[in-house]
T-cell receptor, first 110, second 113 residues
Framework: KNQVEQSPQSLIILEGKNCTLQ??????????LRWYKQDTGRGPVSLTI?????NTKSNGRYTATLDADTKQSSLHITASQLSDSASYIC?????????FGTGTSLTVIP | DSGVTQTPKHLITATGQRVTLRCSPR?????VYWYQQSLDQGLQFLIQ???????AKGNILERFSAQQFPDLHSELNLSSLELGDSALYFC????????????FGDGTRLSIL
């Protein structure tokens, strides 16, 4: 069964600290893996897209890694800011289908 | 601003009714995707159109249908509405598809009473 699981479900960190979010998937065959940031009441915003051959991709303070062998990905946020408070969603594409994780809710506190 | 426009922002209707949600993609984007986000099931892919043709179908119910017009805007039609159809419906667009980023609108919030 194609599934995408994210952990932790929620996370609270102090402003300025780093954090890492996890995404494990069983989706096959693999096309690409995407990380999105979704603010409350807004549409998701694309952070990174990685294909099978890519194992690291950065977008500013966001760095995503992919291990296609173990079917795991992580999103590392460096020097967190209050504006990073949002839900982070992992999406795996197989062919023309998309499988979404349930997201990690991140709260950054001053 | 993603450049993707969805109307209306909010829609309140009753069970059994039919509604149409509209999406204008970013200028130049040929692919349009529709997604449903509910509290209990999270985000789900419904359907993709590319340059007027259906490209992929996800968890779209038979009561739902979509189309993409020659000017590339798209409409999602929901009929025989049930309480469980209450959700946020997002449209996203990309230049073509594949490994390109999708740009999401801010959604239409549908409430079924």
């Amino acid at each position: 069964k194609n599934q995408v699981e994210q952990s932790p479900q929620s996370l609270i960190i102090l402003e300025g600290k780093n954090c890492t979010l996890q995404c494990n998937y069983t989706v096959s065959p693999f096309s690409n893996l995407r990380w999105y940031k979704q603010d409350t009441g807004r549409g998701p915003v694309s952070l990174t897209i990685m294909t099978f051959s890519e194992n690291t991709k950065s977008n500013g303070r966001y760095t995503a890694t992919l291990d296609a062998d173990t079917k795991q990905s992580s999103l590392h946020i460096t020097a967190s800011q209050l504006s990073d408070s949002a839900s982070y969603i992992c999406v795996v594409r197989t062919g023309n289908q998309f499988y979404f994780g349930t997201g990690t809710s991140l709260t950054v506190i001053p | 601003d993603s450049g993707v426009t969805q109307t209306p922002k909010h829609l309140i209707t009753a069970t059994g009714q039919r509604v149409t949600l509209r999406c204008s993609p970013r200028s130049g984007d040929l692919s349009v995707y529709w997604y449903q986000q509910s509290l209990d099931q999270g985000l789900q892919f419904l359907i993709q159109y590319y340059n007027g043709e259906e490209r992929a179908k996800g968890n779209i119910l038979e009561r739902f249908s979509a189309q993409q017009f020659p000017d590339l805007h798209s409409e999602l039609n929901l009929s025989s509405l049930e309480l469980g159809d209450s959700a946020l419906y997002f449209c996203a667009s990309s230049p073509s598809g594949g490994n390109q980023p999708q740009h999401f609108g801010d959604g239409t919030r549908l409430s079924i009473l």
